[in-house]
């Protein structure tokens, strides 16, 4: 940006001079806990314990990954099992049914659109109401299943994916619509096979942010999913932190294990994760 | 019109039914299996007994620190960020790095790292002579701590939606004014500032509801401690509902509900009438 003006030779001291201090600064403030959270979880218990931030004397990073996942009867390996079902079955469920919803409301102009909208919006801001949810949950048998919680994910996600879906919509010609009715599409056939794979940048967007919420969320598979049975990975790092108490790297495996796989999320789809997270935000 | 249907179904079975649910249920003393209506005692309660009261104030200041360190460190960052520097895109990887991250290993991360005697950064502090403090036992201390853990979390967004902005503003703007003489803290405050108020009032409404709401955090780094000197209303909302007082814990929700609602409705309108007037 031409903010920083002057001659070529000064603009180039500092693009490297401005450049060189803030990696130093960004590396202590931000990489320096990720460092540390490898180096712990790679000590022996004993030398873990002193916190400091050192290379391992000692690699027991092997080690360390069998114990954390051989804990309390492999629950991580349940939890894995669990949190991939939650995050799959409700992100898939909320792309199609979200999906749904955005088109026709910016498709059909009807009286109920200002409700709807109104709807969308009481989404975002509302925090939901965590002990009435779990009695309506209780009277549906559906209170610490995980289809319970899938449905919970989707009610409470599904606002920012119709936000979005309703924008990106608009960008699509209508006379598309109209030519498949002309060719005798009827509403199911004309979403599905027209408009559907159109919407398919906005999907991968939809899908991968609404994944890292998921997968990373705490505070709903604590009420509505209590229980070993129906443990997530979010639930093993937040029990073994009172279990773990004197084996912390054991502890930083487990948040080593949890954290790898929205990382390695961010390497494949930086740009839709970022782009999600700001379009979407600067609609709302 | 049966496109709704999915999806009003789910929402309005999860989503609607227990808003208003809570406000019934908030007036009564309440256990799983039935309710007596009590009137407005619960919120009496809650006025009335400080360690409860004093959650509402703790949201309030949580959220304000929280957004408003977002808004001034995620602009100054976008401004950074778009100029002409080395590595510009790994340092905008390393920004968001952490929104990625779950809040409860972040949570548990920094509160080994906040130890007060052995933690990473009262270490460093020692090797400049300076005596850390007690970040998550000082009482004073404990929910500034917290907040600053998660704008640590959550500035990379702000930076983002800034840098949308930043990299919008046409460049003959900054070169016109270069022409009239103004260098670039004038360009900065005359240009750049005015122009991302939208991005502003996003930034700001988004930290704002999330601050309100916030738990994960708290919870996993302080459990509202110590005493109650950080519980906010999210982790009130937690902790009445494992003591059972079901009646209590939905009042909380309906006081926090309200509050959201009290900030946010209007703010939305005044920032965005603002915009319209310009």
Not at chain 2, 157 to 170: H, K, Q
Not at chain 2, 174 to 191: L, M, P, Q, R, Y
Request: overall charge neutral.
């Amino acid at each position: 940006m031409s903010t920083s003006a002057g001659t070529p030779r000064l603009n180039r001291t500092y693009s490297w001079v401005s450049g060189l201090t803030a990696i130093a600064i960004s590396t202590v403030v931000f990489i320096v806990p990720f460092i540390f959270i490898f180096f712990t979880a790679s000590k022996t218990t004993i030398e873990s314990s002193l916190l400091e931030f050192t290379p391992p004397t000692e690699w027991a990073f092997f080690e360390n990954l069998v114990e954390v996942i051989q804990t309390r009867d492999y629950i991580l390996v349940t939890a894995f099992v669990n949190s991939t079902i939650i995050t799959v079955g409700s992100v898939a469920l909320m792309v199609v049914v979200s999906a749904l919803v955005g088109y026709v409301l910016q498709r059909r102009k009807s009286r109920l659109n200002p409700l709807i909208n109104f709807l969308v919006l009481a989404g975002l801001i509302v925090p939901p109401a965590v002990v009435p949810t779990i009695w309506v949950m209780q009277g549906l048998g559906i209170y610490k299943t995980l289809h319970g919680l899938i449905f919970v994910e989707v009610a409470f996600g599904m606002a920012f994916c119709i936000l979005m879906f309703r924008a990106f919509v608009s960008t699509i010609p209508r006379e598309l619509d109209e030519a498949a009715v002309m060719d005798g599409a009827g509403p199911i056939r004309l979403f599905f096979k027209v408009i559907f794979p159109l919407l398919k940048s906005v999907i991968v967007t939809v899908i991968v942010v609404q994944s890292v919420f998921v997968f990373n969320d705490f505070q709903n598979p604590l009420y509505f999913l209590p229980g070993d049975q129906g443990a997530t990975v979010q639930l093993t790092l937040y029990n073994f932190q009172s279990q773990f108490q004197t084996s912390w790297n054991l502890l930083f495996m487990d948040i080593l294990l949890i954290t790898l796989p929205m990382l390695l999320m961010y390497i494949f789809f930086n740009r839709q994760i970022v782009a999600g997270m700001t379009s979407g935000a600067v609609k709302g | 019109m049966w496109f709704y249907l999915p999806a009003a179904i789910i929402y309005g079975v999860l989503f609607v039914v227990p808003t208003f649910a809570s406000f019934y249920f908030s007036l009564t003393r309440w256990t799983i299996f039935d309710s007596e209506f009590i009137g407005f005692d619960n919120f009496v309660t809650f006025f009335s007994e400080p360690f409860l009261f004093d959650s509402l104030v703790n949201t309030m200041i949580f959220a304000v620190i929280t957004s408003g360190a977002k808004v001034v460190l995620g602009l100054l960052f976008a401004v950074f960020l778009s100029s002409q520097i080395i590595a510009r895109g790994w340092l905008r990887s390393v920004v968001f790095f952490p929104v990625l991250v779950s809040a409860v290993g972040i949570g548990v991360t920094f509160s080994v790292l906040m130890d007060p005697f052995d933690g990473l950064i009262n270490q460093a502090l020692g090797w400049f002579g300076v005596d850390g403090p007690g970040w998550l036992t000082d009482p004073d201390l404990a929910l500034i701590s917290v907040a600053m853990v998660d704008v640590w979390r959550g500035v990379g967004i702000a930076t983002l939606i800034y840098i949308a902005g930043v990299v919008a503003i046409p460049q003959e703007y900054f070169e016109a004014a270069k022409v009239d003489g103004a260098n670039a803290t004038k360009s900065f405050w005359h240009i750049t500032l005015p122009l991302m108020r939208p991005a502003t009032t996003t930034v700001i409404i988004l930290s704002l509801i999330g601050g309100l709401r916030s738990f994960d955090l708290i919870w996993t780094m302080t459990r509202g401690g110590p005493g109650f000197s950080s519980d906010v209303l999210a982790s009130v909302v937690y902790k009445q509902y494992q003591a059972g007082f079901y009646g209590l814990s939905t009042a909380g929700n309906v006081v926090l509900f309200l509050l959201v609602a009290a900030i946010i409705i209007p703010l939305f309108w005044f920032l965005n009438r603002k915009e319209v007037d310009q």
